[in-house]
């Protein structure tokens, strides 16, 4: 008979949802409980001030949504602006091209600056088309901080600045969802007006808690608009809403108490190891996988190393090969999940996500069956090359500073 059961456990090495600390699935093994009794807001008002430590911002305000990232994405338009509404974005991967479509569909007009996939946002077009605008009719500039298609981060300090160069009133709305916790993020040095994360990846919990901090200047735009006819509607992505039972540590409709629980344990977790640890650390693995797919003789999607993701490796395969079998491969004979190139790089990248709870021996795991899920799929790879070329990098590179 033929086995059924894969001793081991599988290997998590997309760019979310991410690994989950076993002391962060403990905190979540909870029953259920009254989310209106006196005792809850002990568990949920220092999420609120916590969670802001993780954005970079003590000025900002934070509401937890049951939801993706998709619908923070909604939250951070639809209290803010009114249909009819321009704003500019730069596309530049599959994540960007699904923010200006949302943006679209609520009926708002969307100002799109095509970028070289491989690339990011440019923050001198970005300047360029804020001068342009004398009549101030951008209300908003959006930007994906951290690409996870390509593999690429894009300078969110740039794009401040040039906004600032131009003089322009515009908010600045920042998708973080495949960054804040795992890269360097400063909402207030940045003066990003609406940060957007989702719990499945630097916050190392499930789907299913989305995350947001708005500027002061952002929460005085929603609440300015509140009587106008033309804004956009929003009943479950209410800030409003939140904001008022949020202020009594309770929330307007049923939270998602496990998740909740989790939370306060990842961001122990954090605070144990610091933030400054937890950006090298991902440096040094990032820089490890890129060090590896050089051993490879392959290279990653990102144009330039400037672009390089931390999170976040897509890789190329050679002119001939199938991506999608090399991944299919990698998970049925290794147990090994991988990441799957979208839209326009379907079939050409395999990604490799170094995000969350992983250390040295974890990502080593991860390489070591990429390479051999590509020799056996016919990629002329030197067998132990990766690893090896990995391994003398993290040697030499302690994940944790002095």
Known sequence: MAATRRPGRNHLFIPGPTNIPDRVLRAMHVPSEDHRSPSFPELVKPLFQDVKMVFGSTNGTVILFPSSGTGIWESALSNTLCRGDTVLTARYGQFSHLWVDMAQRLGLEVIVQDEEWGTGADPQKIEEALRADKDHKIKAVMVVHNETATGVTSDIGAVRKA????????????????????????????????????????????????????????????????????????????????????????????????????????????????????????????????????????????????????????????????????????????????????????????????????????????????????????????????????????????????
């Open 163 to 402: 906004m600032d160069a131009a003089g322009h009133p515009a908010l600045l709305f920042v998708d973080g969802i495949s960054s804040i916790g795992s890269l360097p993020f400063k909402m207030d040095e940045w003066k990003v007006d609406c940060a957007i994360a989702g719990s499945q990846k630097g916050f190392m919990l499930p789907a299913g808690l989305g995350l947001i901090c708005i500027s002061p200047k952002a929460l005085k735009v929603a609440e300015g608009g509140a009587g106008r006819n033309d804004r956009l509607g929003h009943v479950y992505f209410a800030w409003k809403d939140q904001l008022t039972t949020n202020a009594t540590g309770y929330f307007p409709y049923t939270p998602a108490l496990p998740l909740l629980y989790g939370l306060r344990e990842a961001l122990e977790i954090v605070k144990e190891e610091g933030l400054e640890n937890i950006y090298h650390r991902h440096h040094v693995l990032g820089e490890a996988t890129r060090q590896a797919v050089a051993a490879w003789g392959l290279k990653p999607c990102a144009k330039e190393p400037k672009w390089n993701s931390d999170t976040v490796t897509a890789i190329l395969v050679p002119e001939g090969v199938d991506a999608v079998k090399v991944i299919n491969h990698a998970y049925a004979r290794y147990n090994l999940s991988l990441g799957s190139g979208l839209s326009k790089v379907a079939g050409k990248v395999f990604r490799i996500g170094h995000i969350g709870d992983l250390n040295e021996l974890s990502l080593l795991g991860a390489i070591a069956g990429a390479e051999m899920a590509l020799i056996d799929c016919g990629v002329k790879v030197t067998p132990g090359s990766g690893v090896a070329a990995a391994s003398s990098y993290l040697r030499e590179n302690p994940l944790h500073k002095a």
